[in-house]
């Protein structure tokens, strides 16, 4: 026997600047996995590119448009215990300006803008922390590699 694994969706993560240092937007789920705070995510539709569909999420579950988009170089992974199936979904960054209103849609409830160890202490899965540590040490610390960056 074989383990299903499926990539139907993808997950971007939104940065702003401000005066304390960067700050990452969280959204409380109203629907599915209900009060659990996380980034926006969704599936990518028949023909898009996977960084087209973070980009149409980012929009759809925020309002928000990032100025610059990267791909984090790694995956979000997990097991879905109801389909028996390993879940992997591309991981983006977007970064987007100071003063974009957050506009909210009926997956969610509530939103904030956290410091990333705010947000560590919000998150509930530990593969999502473990990908918010890597967004901090490859994209916040550090310069981002070029070639990481999506035109967009």
Known sequence: MTLDIAAPAVVIHLVRPSMDGPELLLLRR???????WMSAAGRVERGEKAWAAALREAQEETGLVP??????????FFYNIARDRVIVLPVFLGFV????????NEEHDDFGWFTFA???ERIEFGGQRRILTYIQDEFIEREPSAWLRVAI
């Open 67 to 76: 100025h610059t988009l990267y791909s984090v170089d790694t995956n979000e």
């Open 97 to 104: 300006a100071a003063d974009g209103d957050v506009t909210l």
């Open 30 to 36: 109203a629907d599915t996995l209900k009060g659990i």
């Open 118 to 120: 705010e947000a560590m």
